[in-house]
C-alpha cells in the first residue's frame, strides 16, 4: 500500500499546476543529495521538498521537466517526467483509442518509473465525463479517477 501511495503521490506532484515553494536543499539528507546528483547529472532548476520522511525534487534535464522521490537512504524511489502525447508507447495510444472511442485526450501526460515499471497517465473526456487514467507500457488500463457530468 505504501508503494502505491508513493506511486501516486509523485504522478500528482507531476500533474500538479503548482511548483515547490522554495528550495529546501539546506534541509536534504546528503544521502539523497549525492544519489540525485548521480542519477541526473546535469539537472538544473533543482527544488526539494521533504513530506513523510521523502525527499522529493522538481527539476528539469535537457529541457524536460522531472519530479523524483528518494527516502533518507537515498534510494531513488520513483521518478516522472511530463510527455507530450506524441511521446506516448504506439501500445498506450491504440489501446486508449481503442477503449476510449470518442474521447478527447488532454494536452499532457506524464510517465512515471516505479519499481522498475513504467506507466503513463493521462486525462481523458466526453460530454459526460473526465476520466484520470493509467495506462501501462503494454496498453493495459485502470481508471484511477472518474468525475461525471
Known amino acids: 500500500m505504501k508503494k502505491v501511495m508513493i506511486m501516486i503521490t509523485a504522478a500528482m506532484l507531476l500533474l ?3 511548483s ?3 528550495n529546501l536543499k539546506d534541509d536534504v539528507n546528503e544521502r539523497a543529495l549525492s544519489a540525485f546528483a548521480k542519477d541526473f547529472t546535469g539537472a538544473t532548476q533543482v527544488n526539494w521538498q521533504e513530506r513523510d520522511n521523502l525527499y522529493l525534487v522538481e527539476f528539469k534535464l535537457d529541457g ?3 519530479n523524483a522521490a528518494y527516502n533518507s537512504e537515498g534510494e531513488l524511489l520513483s521518478s516522472s ?3 507530450r502525447l ?6 498506450v495510444t491504440v489501446a486508449v483509442n481503442k477503449k476510449y472511442l470518442g474521447y478527447e485526450i488532454g494536452n499532457n501526460a506524464a510517465e512515471l518509473t516505479f519499481d522498475g515499471q513504467t506507466n503513463y497517465f493521462l486525462t481523458i473526456a466526453n460530454s459526460q465525463q473526465v476520466l484520470f487514467i493509467r495506462v501501462d507500457a503494454r496498453g493495459h ?3 484511477e479517477r472518474k468525475t461525471t457530468f
Open 16 to 18: 500538479s499546476a503548482g
Open 20 to 22: 515547490f515553494a522554495a
Open 64 to 66: 524536460a521537466s522531472f
Open 81 to 83: 517526467k511530463s510527455i
Open 86 to 91: 506524441e511521446e506516448l508507447p504506439l501500445a
Open 141 to 143: 488500463i485502470k481508471v
